[in-house]
């Protein structure tokens, strides 16, 4: 069956350093996507990073990295230089599908990120 | 350009009412998701339109649940009669077809009572 499973219910982080937030997948499908959302406080789901199963390299967004290591079935998210914006719940989420249609999301529990000044 | 946008953003019910939710999502998005985030739980998927017609409704929970996409523009998702355990928070998203990202609202909140 589909799974992702992010093993850190919470995580602190000390300003301006890097963090990783974990998550492992289970598929046997060879085409999926995997995404990384944002949740504030504020409710809203915010689209940080994707990465498609057939992409060669490591997905990147500004301060956001996508650790992908597909052997070991593992998409790590990976903040630079954290702030204390990036406080707030993180998602985990895999699309059965792969980069031509994303059909619909499989999501993680979620992982709760406090960055401390 | 606006984003998905959600209304009500909250929701109090009595047990047995009916509730209608609605999401307008992206211009030019022909995909269109419901998902569902009840207490403690991970988010699950609803449903999935393409345009107006219903691609996928393996979420759906039961038949107290209908969701609509008239002209394939905006969707409503009506819960009649609410029950307790179908208090949490309903997201709605919407993508381009071919795209790969999916893109979500601020999610309606509703309160069963």
């Known amino acids: 069956a589909q799974k992702i499973t992010q093993t850190q219910p919470g995580m602190f982080v000390q300003e301006k350093e890097a963090v990783t937030l974990d998550c492992t997948y289970d598929t046997s499908d060879p085409s999926y996507g995997l995404f990384w959302y944002k949740q504030p406080s504020s409710g809203e789901m915010i689209f940080l990073i994707y990465?498609?199963?057939?992409?060669?390299q490591n997905a990147t967004e500004g301060r956001y990295s996508l650790n992908f290591q597909k052997a070991r079935k593992s998409a790590n998210l990976v903040i630079s230089a954290s702030q204390l914006g990036d406080s707030a719940m993180y998602f985990c989420?895999?699309?059965?599908?792969?980069?031509?249609?994303?059909?619909?999301?499989?999501f993680g529990q979620g992982t709760t990120l406090q960055v401390k000044p | 350009e606006a984003g998905v946008t959600q209304f009500p953003s909250h929701s109090v019910i009595e047990k047995g009412q009916t509730v209608t939710l609605r999401c307008d999502p992206i211009?030019?998005?022909?995909?269109l998701y419901w998902y569902r985030r009840v207490m403690g739980k991970e988010i699950k998927f609803l449903l999935h339109?393409?345009?107006?017609?219903?691609?996928?409704e393996s979420g759906m929970p039961n038949n107290r649940f209908l969701a609509e996409r008239t002209g394939g523009t905006y969707s409503t998702l009506k819960v009649q009669p609410a029950e307790l355990e179908d208090s949490g928070v309903y997201f709605c998203?919407?993508?381009?077809?071919?795209?790969?990202?999916?893109?979500f609202g601020e999610g309606s909140w509703l309160t069963v009572v």
């Open positions: 998203a919407s993508g381009i077809y071919s795209g790969n990202t999916i893109y």
């Open positions: 211009s030019g998005h022909d995909n």
């Open positions: 990465q498609g199963s057939y992409d060669q």
């Open positions: 989420a895999m699309s059965p599908y792969g980069s031509g249609n994303t059909g619909k999301l499989i």
């Open positions: 339109f393409v345009k107006e017609s219903k691609q996928d």
